[in-house]
């Protein structure tokens, strides 16, 4: 599949996961010839939704480890556009070093190395994370946090927060790719996104949907998930997904050089506020918080994040209320048998 004929190509890596499966889904329907990767191309529990997506336009899947260096090449090559969304998530590893930082990183410049050979991609957007923004001391309220603040690794590493190597993963893996595009002439955009909220066509998911529907689930580990998120982040800042996936295709098609780091939040919430807003939305379940060890939880958000730098630029975001961003989660959640019907 070449560059050629008016028909747009992008790459999008991981294709089988949460945020991929829908970004491969929006990318077929403007119109673009996508070439996705998954680790297993014959793994049919973890593929059928991408074949399905084949219906929509030319969905070519190909096998590529982040592990193997160069395996990238093929799904790379030809492409105007690399979508690099694989990564390991090894929130609860007990060797992060091992099982999150190392892959992350050597994986990040695996693609990124793809990318500078097939030389046709016109913009790498890499997925990143908020959690390399915000991770850091912040006393009192009232902070606005945009695109140069860097999580504070010493920190990070005297504290040890909840999923402390996906923070520092994020970090070195952001710096890693921004210095190599410099150094090779390619052109980079990181959105930085925060907890992502929206039905996909991935039929299992395993962090941000189950973490937003902890309270009407009972699912006690999702639910610690979030309160971490509060506590990390000084409170929970949400975008849906839908605007996650039209930010990256923005920053993919910007004209103008779209370039380093993209904070994505629509909103900053609370567990207390996300619980209440449950309560009156969906009567026909219970709403359990969970306990709130010392008072911990927050009335109010500490912390803001700005997506200005996106804003600026054009970008439109659609969801900006819990009511919008959940809308379609509640019924995903069923589907995928978190919550009953
Ligand atoms: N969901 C959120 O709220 C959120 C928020 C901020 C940032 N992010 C970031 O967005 C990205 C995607 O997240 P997600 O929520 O969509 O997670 P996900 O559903 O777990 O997707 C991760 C994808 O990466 C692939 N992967 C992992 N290790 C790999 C390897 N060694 N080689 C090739 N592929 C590998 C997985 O493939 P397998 O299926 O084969 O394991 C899967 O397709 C991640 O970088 C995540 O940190 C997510």
């Given at each position: 599949m070449a560059a050629t004929g008016g028909v747009r190509t992008a790459c999008v890596t991981g294709g089988n996961g949460y945020i991929a499966s829908a970004l491969v889904k929006m990318l077929l329907q403007r119109g673009y010839a996508v070439k996705t990767t998954v680790?297993?191309?014959?793994d049919r529990q973890k593929n059928s939704h991408l074949m399905e997506l084949q219906a929509l336009g030319p969905l070519q899947i190909l096998s590529a480890d982040l592990d193997d260096e160069g395996s990238f090449d093929d799904a790379v090559a030809g492409c105007d556009y690399a979508f690099l969304?694989?990564?390991?998530?090894?929130?609860?590893?007990?060797?992060p070093e091992r099982d999150q930082i190392e892959p992350s990183v050597r994986g990040t410049l695996n693609v990124m190395r793809s990318c500078a050979k097939a030389g046709t991609v016109r913009r790498v957007v890499l997925t990143s994370a908020a959690s390399s923004v915000c991770i850091r001391p912040l006393e009192g309220d009232g902070h606005e946090l945009d695109e140069e603040s860097w999580s504070d690794l010493d920190w990070v590493a005297a504290e040890?927060?909840?999923?402390w190597g996906y923070v520092v993963s994020k970090v070195l893996s952001e710096k890693v790719a921004l210095r190599f595009a410099q150094e090779h002439g390619l052109s980079l955009a990181i959105a930085c996104p925060v907890l992502t909220v929206g039905a996909s066509p991935a039929p299992k998911v395993y962090t941000s949907v189950p973490a937003s529907l902890s309270m009407l689930s009972g699912d006690e580990a999702a639910l610690a998930m979030l309160k971490g998120i509060e506590k990390s982040f000084g409170g929970v800042p949400v975008v849906d997904l839908d605007d996650l996936c039209r930010a990256e295709v923005f920053l993919a098609e910007?004209?103008?050089?779209?370039?380093g780091r993209y904070i994505c939040s629509s909103f900053v919430t609370t567990v207390v506020e996300i619980a209440r807003f449950l309560a009156d939305k969906y009567p026909q379940y219970t709403v359990n918080i969970g306990q709130d060890s010392g008072g911990?939880?927050?009335?109010?958000?500490?912390v803001k994040l700005s997506s200005a730098k996106l804003v600026k630029q054009g970008f439109e975001f659609r969801y900006k209320t819990l009511d919008a961003v959940y809308q379609d989660v509640v019924e995903y959640g069923k589907a995928l048998g978190i919550l009953p019907y």
């Open positions: 680790r297993n191309p014959d969304v694989a990564a390991p998530v090894n929130l609860t590893s007990e060797d040890k927060p909840p999923s910007a004209e103008a050089a779209a370039s911990e939880l927050l009335e109010k958000p500490r």
